[in-house]
């Protein structure tokens, strides 16, 4: 494909133009204490990150940043300013007061840990 600046200067939005937030992958796993969720969320950082939840629904969301050069306006641009948002419902055995999250090399890892009422326990026999 041949280009010329002359074409680049004709519609610098073609490039630039914001798109719907994209939807992560993301695995989950649950075992006797939670579940775990991991997300893919490559090239956002901490500050760029936020989950919410509101009721019974878990909203993680968060924006990539290309770190623009300050005082410059890009003329053309190929790589886009990435949202991500994805939302979960949460089911009443998992206490959503006690969610940890931690991101680590653009993966974001969630522990929603279950109620105590949903925890098996181990009922002890007694002799009688």
């Not at 893919?40 to 936020?50: C, I, R, T, Y």
């Not at 006690?98 to 680590?104: G, H, P, S, Y």
């Amino acid at each position: 494909m041949n280009m010329n600046t002359q074409d680049l200067k004709r519609d610098p939005r073609a490039a630039t133009a914001s798109a719907t937030p994209l939807v992560p992958p993301v695995d989950i796993f649950e075992d006797s204490e939670g579940i775990v969720l991991r997300a893919d969320m490559p090239g956002v950082a901490k500050e760029n990150l936020s989950i919410d939840v509101d009721g019974e629904t878990l909203t993680v969301a968060g924006t990539v940043t290309l770190g623009e050069a300050s005082g410059l306006q890009p003329v053309y641009s190929e790589i886009r300013v990435a949202d991500y948002r994805r939302s979960f419902v949460l089911g009443r055995d998992l206490d959503a007061g006690r969610i940890e999250a931690t991101l680590r090399d653009g993966v974001l890892t969630l522990r929603v840990p279950k109620t105590e009422q949903a925890r098996p326990r181990r009922i002890e026999v007694k002799a009688g």
